[in-house]
């Protein structure tokens, strides 16, 4: 069956990943930008990663057969440092016209800091003069509900953002209404342990519908499948989700999102 992964950190993956996910039906790979498993020491690091993000990965991923698309942001968990982030922020604007880019992301929250809540509202404010999609990363565990509803907060003060142009990622069962019912894309991440499981995300769906809905494996450099929206389709087969319902999960529903950005062709 024929996916697309909309959030992969492919620059954490071996070749041997794209070629399994090729196997699989990827057909379109979307890559936020976000940690390298090592915070940064300067802005030129930012403008090296934004490089590889914007022209070396999509060759990678052309090998395989495979489209590659990429976000682009100063992630959460290196948001501490402010004057590192506006000078990371002021590099942006430059690459955004790269035929593969699709938005700012993914930013968020990451332990809900003073300073964190900060760089969010800058790249909030970059994405609407620039007129560009968000996609959102939320905090982990403990920190998830309170850290949605901050973002959530800063999104819907800003009068410029139109909700429908947001996903929020990272939703879990108590976070996931809170989202669509501001009008915003959901995200659900399928991790084997933390985060969603397979069997998790298909109850949340069971329970709140398929619009505004996708899933993605956000692999990366942790403990994470590239695989695990393909093996999670497989799994809403046998509990016996018809196939075009299955479609709109894993490739439709990415598809009308993205699609909002000029960038996204496929
Ligand atoms: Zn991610």
Not at 7 to 31: K, P, W
Not at 43 to 67: I, M, N, S
Not at 97 to 123: A, D, F
């Amino acid at each position: 069956m024929k996916y697309i992964e909309p959030h992969a950190h492919m620059v954490s993956r071996t070749t041997d990943d794209y070629e399994r996910m090729a196997i699989a039906g990827c057909e379109v790979v979307c890559e936020p930008a976000f940690w390298a498993g090592f915070d940064r020491r300067s802005v030129d690091g930012f403008h090296d990663y934004f490089c590889q993000l914007t022209e070396h990965e999509p060759k990678r991923a052309a090998k395989f057969g495979l489209k590659h698309f990429s976000w682009l942001c100063i992630n959460s968990k290196e948001a501490e440092d402010v004057k590192l982030a506006e000078e990371v922020i002021a590099l942006i604007p430059k690459f955004l016209n790269r035929p593969n880019v699709l938005g700012i992301g993914e930013i968020g929250l990451n332990k809900n800091s003073r300073n964190e809540l900060r760089v969010l509202e800058m790249q909030v404010d970059l994405a609407a003069r620039h007129e560009q999609l968000i996609l959102v990363h939320t905090p982990h565990l403990e920190d998830k509900s309170k850290g949605t509803r901050l973002i959530l907060d800063v999104l819907k003060s800003d009068k410029r953002i139109q909700p429908e142009r947001v996903i929020i990622d990272h939703v879990e069962e108590h976070t996931v209404e809170l989202v669509l019912n501001a009008g915003m894309w959901a995200g659900m991440t399928l991790y084997p342990e933390t985060k969603c499981t397979p069997a998790r995300a298909i109850d949340i769906l069971e329970t709140y519908g398929s619009e505004k809905i996708w899933m993605n494996s956000a692999c990366d450099w942790g403990v994470s499948d590239p695989l695990a929206v393909p093996k999670t389709a497989r799994e809403m087969k046998r509990r016996g989700h018809l196939a075009a319902a299955i479609e709109k999960i894993i490739f439709q529903n990415p598809k009308t999102f993205l699609g909002q950005s000029l960038h996204f062709k496929i």
